[in-house]
């Protein structure tokens, strides 16, 4: 004890003043530590010094002033706030701007048509005197079947809308549609809807005005637009069938390969599916799936697709001989078999991937039309909200993760990769510097509580506040 008050009257010798008044009360800074100067019951100052050691607890020795006369650094704690922009990406911020039918890229038609080309459109939905630097991508495939259905369906639409709202640029895509009565022909038409697809993200990741972040892509889709969507994250060439991989491109402009330069953060799966389980062991990309567990269209685990008239004919003669192989060959479907929501979230559990499954016991299709065939805008809100939250949840690569080091106890340690702004506290002790992810901190063992605290906002715009209590 001699030797501590040695130490702390040494330290206090080079600040005594002289002073018209006593130490005001509060917290000092000094070479060595940290004073609290206070009064005593009986109205007396007294103080407690807190000696850094080196340790993450202080050494405390408790004095009596005695009226001495001191000019003292005042301690002042850093800024310290949590940020409240926590709605971002959750609820309605930014009205909305829209361009419509921006072309993408030139293509053949469709499988019927091989000579003929179309331009292939996307309308783009942002939001409006937002303040990100960057804004995350959401694609939205349209339904469909790969036989019909618009970027301009309602549903698309208001979806789009939604998002573009929440501080998301959105793209409708219009892809390639038409197929044949062969497996041969429906593999043709997914693989040309995923080409499409990812000619349109690529295009959309050129115009620098958009603000686009890269590493915040995510997908959508109803029915065919949701098999498109969960084959544009986890597909690959190699897993293509075999008759795609050994068929020439017949994109006219659109030629590149699949996906290169970006990677999906996650899917919105309303009722899809996909053709080879094998593909969900590609990547590391969360799913939330909708489907009715009674689905007569797309099967909630594994089977056929629905195979009765899948396209239109005006060859009266090339349509009743369709229509004949149908009766003679009724087991013959012209898609692949499929595996719906139920496998999906079952073998991306199983991989530990995230995956969110809302299953509905109807016989409904499409679920966001009531059986009236009206718009259900109750369950599609919730369809919207839930999906925004599962999105937001997955917005950020390395999220904000607090720790101690193990080798050094005074100092805090954030992963600041996606990190724009950093604020710190300390209940219980004080701040001895700081930087951008590390904090070195003193506590006062004294205190009735001790903890350490960070606060900022991604890169994204999102934020975050940890905290550790000791």
């Given at each position: 004890m001699r030797?501590?008050?040695?130490?702390?009257?040494?330290?206090?010798?080079?600040?005594?003043?002289?002073?018209?008044r006593s130490v005001e009360p509060g917290l000092y800074q000094m070479q060595d530590g940290f004073l609290r100067v206070g009064l005593d019951s009986l109205g007396r100052e007294e103080a407690v010094f807190y000696r850094n050691t080196g340790n993450l607890w202080a050494d405390t020795t408790h004095l009596v002033l005695d009226g001495k006369k001191l000019s003292l650094k005042p301690y002042v704690a850093p800024e310290f706030r949590e940020f409240s922009d926590r709605d971002l990406y959750l609820n309605p911020l930014f009205a909305v701007g829209e361009t419509k039918d921006v072309v993408y890229g030139r293509v053949v038609r469709n499988a019927s048509s091989e000579r003929e080309t179309e331009d292939l459109t996307l309308d783009i939905y942002y939001p409006r005197n937002d303040r990100a630097d960057l804004r995350p991508l959401l694609v939205m495939l349209h339904g469909g079947g790969f036989k019909d259905g618009d970027k301009r369906d309602t549903t698309v639409v208001e979806w789009c809308r939604h998002f573009a709202s929440l501080g998301y640029v959105v793209s409708s895509v219009n892809y390639r549609q038409g197929y044949r009565r062969t497996v041969e022909s429906t593999d043709d038409a997914l693989y040309r809807a995923l080409k499409d697809a990812n000619a349109s993200v690529r295009f959309l990741l050129k115009r620098d005005s958009l603000l686009i972040d890269r590493d915040r892509i995510f997908a959508s889709g109803m029915d065919a637009g949701a098999i498109t969507a969960l084959s544009l994250a986890y597909m690959r060439e190699e897993n293509l069938p075999e008759v795609i991989q050994e068929k020439e491109d017949t994109t006219v402009v659109v030629h590149q390969p699949l996906m290169r330069g970006f990677e999906v953060r996650a899917v919105a799966n309303l009722w899809g599916a996909i053709t080879d389980t094998s593909i969900l062991h590609n990547a590391v990309i969360p799913v939330i799936s909708f489907q009715s567990?009674?689905?007569?269209?797309?099967?909630?685990?594994?089977?056929?697709?629905?195979?009765?008239p899948v396209e239109e004919e005006t060859n009266l003669f090339k349509a009743a001989l369709e229509a004949l192989l149908s009766l003679l060959l009724p087991d013959v479907h012209p898609f692949r078999k499929m595996f719906g929501a139920g496998m999906i979230d079952r073998i991306l559990k199983s991989r530990q991937v995230g995956s969110e499954l809302h299953a509905y016991d109807t016989e409904r299709h499409d679920l966001l039309y009531a059986e009236d065939g009206t718009i259900d805008y109750p369950f599609f809100d919730a369809v919207k909200e839930m999906t925004a939250r599962f999105f937001s949840t997955r917005m950020e690569t390395n999220p904000v993760s607090l720790r101690q080091d193990p080798e050094d106890l005074q100092v805090f340690v954030i992963n600041d990769l996606e990190v724009q702004t950093c604020l710190w506290k300390v209940e219980g002790g004080v701040i001895l510097g700081k930087s951008s992810d590390t904090i070195r901190v003193l506590l006062f063992p004294d205190a009735s509580e001790h903890s350490v605290s960070v606060s900022g906002v991604y890169s994204s715009g999102l934020t975050f506040f940890e905290t550790v209590e000791l």
């Amino acid at each position: 004890m001699r030797n501590r008050l040695s130490l702390f009257f040494l330290s206090l010798a080079g600040l005594l003043v002289s002073c018209s008044r006593s130490v005001e009360p509060g917290l000092y800074q000094m070479q060595d530590g940290f004073l609290r100067v206070g009064l005593d019951s009986l109205g007396r100052e007294e103080a407690v010094f807190y000696r850094n050691t080196g340790n993450l607890w202080a050494d405390t020795t408790h004095l009596v002033l005695d009226g001495k006369k001191l000019s003292l650094k005042p301690y002042v704690a850093p800024e310290f706030r949590e940020f409240s922009d926590r709605d971002l990406y959750l609820n309605p911020l930014f009205a909305v701007g829209e361009t419509k039918d921006v072309v993408y890229g030139r293509v053949v038609r469709n499988a019927s048509s091989e000579r003929e080309t179309e331009d292939l459109t996307l309308d783009i939905y942002y939001p409006r005197n937002d303040r990100a630097d960057l804004r995350p991508l959401l694609v939205m495939l349209h339904g469909g079947g790969f036989k019909d259905g618009d970027k301009r369906d309602t549903t698309v639409v208001e979806w789009c809308r939604h998002f573009a709202s929440l501080g998301y640029v959105v793209s409708s895509v219009n892809y390639r549609q038409g197929y044949r009565r062969t497996v041969e022909s429906t593999d043709d038409a997914l693989y040309r809807a995923l080409k499409d697809a990812n000619a349109s993200v690529r295009f959309l990741l050129k115009r620098d005005s958009l603000l686009i972040d890269r590493d915040r892509i995510f997908a959508s889709g109803m029915d065919a637009g949701a098999i498109t969507a969960l084959s544009l994250a986890y597909m690959r060439e190699e897993n293509l069938p075999e008759v795609i991989q050994e068929k020439e491109d017949t994109t006219v402009v659109v030629h590149q390969p699949l996906m290169r330069g970006f990677e999906v953060r996650a899917v919105a799966n309303l009722w899809g599916a996909i053709t080879d389980t094998s593909i969900l062991h590609n990547a590391v990309i969360p799913v939330i799936s909708f489907q009715s567990q009674n689905d007569p269209v797309v099967p909630f685990g594994e089977g056929f697709p629905y195979d009765g008239p899948v396209e239109e004919e005006t060859n009266l003669f090339k349509a009743a001989l369709e229509a004949l192989l149908s009766l003679l060959l009724p087991d013959v479907h012209p898609f692949r078999k499929m595996f719906g929501a139920g496998m999906i979230d079952r073998i991306l559990k199983s991989r530990q991937v995230g995956s969110e499954l809302h299953a509905y016991d109807t016989e409904r299709h499409d679920l966001l039309y009531a059986e009236d065939g009206t718009i259900d805008y109750p369950f599609f809100d919730a369809v919207k909200e839930m999906t925004a939250r599962f999105f937001s949840t997955r917005m950020e690569t390395n999220p904000v993760s607090l720790r101690q080091d193990p080798e050094d106890l005074q100092v805090f340690v954030i992963n600041d990769l996606e990190v724009q702004t950093c604020l710190w506290k300390v209940e219980g002790g004080v701040i001895l510097g700081k930087s951008s992810d590390t904090i070195r901190v003193l506590l006062f063992p004294d205190a009735s509580e001790h903890s350490v605290s960070v606060s900022g906002v991604y890169s994204s715009g999102l934020t975050f506040f940890e905290t550790v209590e000791l």
